[in-house]
Nanobody, 124 residues
Framework: HVQLVESGGGLVKPGGSLRLSCAASGYITSRYCIGWFRQAPGKEREGVAA???????RYADSVKGRFTISQDNAKNTLYLQMNSLKPEDTGMYYC???????????????????WGRGTQVTVS
């Protein structure tokens, strides 16, 4: 089992920056995929970015060039650096993981077995 705990959300003005963190604990395999999803009120949950155990990254088109996903393996922590934030980036941000390669459709939430409780990001 894997536990994920997000932090770092908050209220920020358009154009501002935030860094989200996701602390992972439990049985973490050598091969895994971990990422960030977000969900705005009334909308479906969508994949924002993902990174695998080979450090390959994937991004949604809407955040490319603005967001950066990274990981600190020594700390078992995932990060999401968010720059040039827009009001449409508002939502609950979740950390999700699976103990295997990233799903072929990495941005689909059904491919991930473990989820955190989320951290709220509001851009206004």
């Amino acid at each position: 089992h894997v536990q994920l705990v997000e932090s770092g959300g908050g209220l920020v003005k358009p154009g501002g920056s935030l860094r989200l963190s996701c602390a992972a604990s439990g049985y973490i395999t050598s091969r895994y995929c971990i990422g960030w999803f977000r969900q705005a009120p009334g909308k479906e949950r969508e994949g924002v970015a993902a990174i695998d155990s080979d450090a390959r990254t994937r991004y949604a088109d809407s955040v490319k060039g603005r967001f950066t996903i990274s990981q600190d393996n020594a700390k078992n922590t995932l990060y999401l650096q968010m720059n040039s934030l827009k009001p449409e980036d508002t939502g609950m941000y979740y950390c999700a993981a699976v103990r295997s390669r990233c799903p072929l459709r990495w941005s689909g939430s059904s491919g991930y077995a473990y989820w955190g409780r989320g951290t709220q990001v509001t851009v206004s």
